[in-house]
């Protein structure tokens, strides 16, 4: 039974999916009611309801899980937090929203839900704009975040990517959007991305054609409206590297 709790708290692959997001809020409240552990995790994954729920864009069970004081800083096995997983979002537009209800929520501090988090690197080194990167999933942190933002931009994970720098490298056009409109820092280049082939790639040429439309993406870049973005196109040794190195 155990094993299909998530599941069912969650709408995750098995029961859970044919459950409405209030069926599945009801049933958690239920199993909450008669005593189940609101911390038990999956023994394989590590997974807990919270995660699961954030990963799939139900609030409604958040708000219970939220309401009952959960640990919400609690990790997976894969040193992962319910930010990391609502970043994997898979719910469309309300995706996104799982961030602005997470940190808002009158009872985030009491589950230990705090922005620092967000900083907070998982077993690869992937911080939640990391994930998001990868998932394409377009997150405001700004109206909520503003002490974490120069952190989220500028945090490298294993492979030495920014969350900008990931997104080019998938190919993912909403996460780049994200990170340069709140002033990821386009002329930034990977330290150790890809091993020494890709040491040194930049935002552009890190969107090379990693899967096939990553050309578009670099074209796409260089006539962003923001403007951060023109520093793509000044290379390195450039007038302005020449005169920022002057005294």
């Given at each position: 039974a155990e094993g299909k709790v998530v599941c069912v708290g969650a709408g995750e692959q098995g029961?859970?999916?044919?459950?409405?997001?209030?069926?599945?809020?009801?049933?958690?409240?239920?199993?909450?009611?008669?005593?189940?552990?609101?911390?038990?995790?999956h023994g394989d994954s590590g997974m807990t309801m919270a995660m699961?729920?954030?990963?799939?864009?139900?609030?409604?069970?958040l708000q219970i899980l939220l309401a009952r004081h959960v640990d919400l800083a609690q990790l997976d096995k894969q040193a992962m937090h319910v930010l990391h997983h609502a970043a994997t979002a898979?719910?469309?537009?309300?995706?996104?929203?799982?961030?602005?209800?997470l940190l808002a929520h009158p009872e985030a501090a009491a589950c230990q839900l705090t922005s620092q988090l967000l900083t907070m690197p998982d077993a690869?080194?992937?911080?939640v704009l990391h994930v998001a990167a990868e998932c394409d999933m377009d997150v405001n942190l700004d109206p909520l975040c503003r002490d974490q933002?120069?952190?989220?931009l500028?945090?490298?994970?294993?492979?030495?990517?920014?969350p900008l720098l990931r997104a080019a490298f998938y190919d993912a056009r909403g996460a780049l959007d994200t990170c340069l409109r709140l002033g990821g820092d386009a002329s930034v280049r990977a330290e150790e991305a890809m091993g020494a082939a890709g040491s040194g790639a930049g935002v552009v040429n890190g969107s090379a054609k990693v899967y096939g439309s990553g050309g578009k993406t670099a074209l796409w870049l260089l006539f962003h409206p923001v403007r951060a973005v023109?520093?793509?196109?000044?290379?390195?040794?450039?007038?302005r590297d020449s005169q920022a190195e002057k005294p």
């Open positions: 029961a859970g999916t044919m459950l409405s997001e209030e069926d599945s809020a009801r049933s958690v409240e239920y199993l909450l009611d008669q005593g189940f552990d609101p911390k038990w995790a699961a729920a954030a990963a799939s864009a139900q609030t409604a069970v898979t719910s469309g537009a309300r995706g996104s929203d799982v961030f602005s209800f690869r080194g992937r911080t933002l120069v952190e989220c500028t945090a490298r994970d294993k492979d030495g990517f920014t023109s520093d793509i196109r000044r290379p390195p040794g450039s007038e």
